[in-house]
């Protein structure tokens, strides 16, 4: 079964020929979200040199665009920011950054007892110039 695939127009476009989400039978599976402003294809945050390299983040600002981009494809899909039930998150600076990124994952899930499962993985890159990266799996509604 391979399920129907889902594009979400208020989330940023995928950097790759994959949909924003696929349904299978009662689940929603979210292909990888990150920062990128929907609008403008811009990553919050980020500070670049003249030349154009990046020499500074945001990550709190990061955070809450990744966050405002999974809901997004969430109601494109149909479905809540309380539908989700596994979440795995990638940072970049996992030394630098967990202890932030933690801090607004306690804002939008205040109590553990409801809140997603969840794993962070400290990683090298991602593949564009952002910090964070979330992917997902909700429950589908009918």
């Not at 809901?71 to 795995?88: M, P, Y």
């Not at 933690?102 to 109590?111: G, M, R, S």
């Not at 890159?125 to 992917?135: G, M």
Request: hydrophobic share 45%; net charge negative; glycine share 8%.
């Amino acid at each position: 079964m391979s399920g129907n695939a889902i594009h979400a127009d208020n989330a940023p476009k995928a950097v790759g020929s994959y949909p924003h989400a696929r349904r299978v039978g009662g689940m929603l599976f979210l292909s990888g979200i990150g920062p990128r402003d929907a609008a403008s294809n811009g990553i919050p945050g980020n500070v670049h040199d003249a030349d154009g390299a990046l020499i500074a983040y945001d990550i709190a600002l990061q955070t809450n665009a990744v966050f405002a981009n999974v809901r997004a494809v969430l109601e494109a899909s149909g479905a809540r920011w309380e539908d989700l039930v596994d979440v795995t998150v990638y940072l970049t600076d996992m030394a630098r950054d967990f202890k932030a990124y933690n801090a607004i994952w306690a804002e939008h899930f205040p109590d553990p007892a409801t809140a997603p499962c969840r794993t962070t993985l400290g990683i090298t890159a991602l593949p564009t110039p952002i910090a964070i990266e979330l992917k997902c799996i909700a429950v589908a509604k009918d």
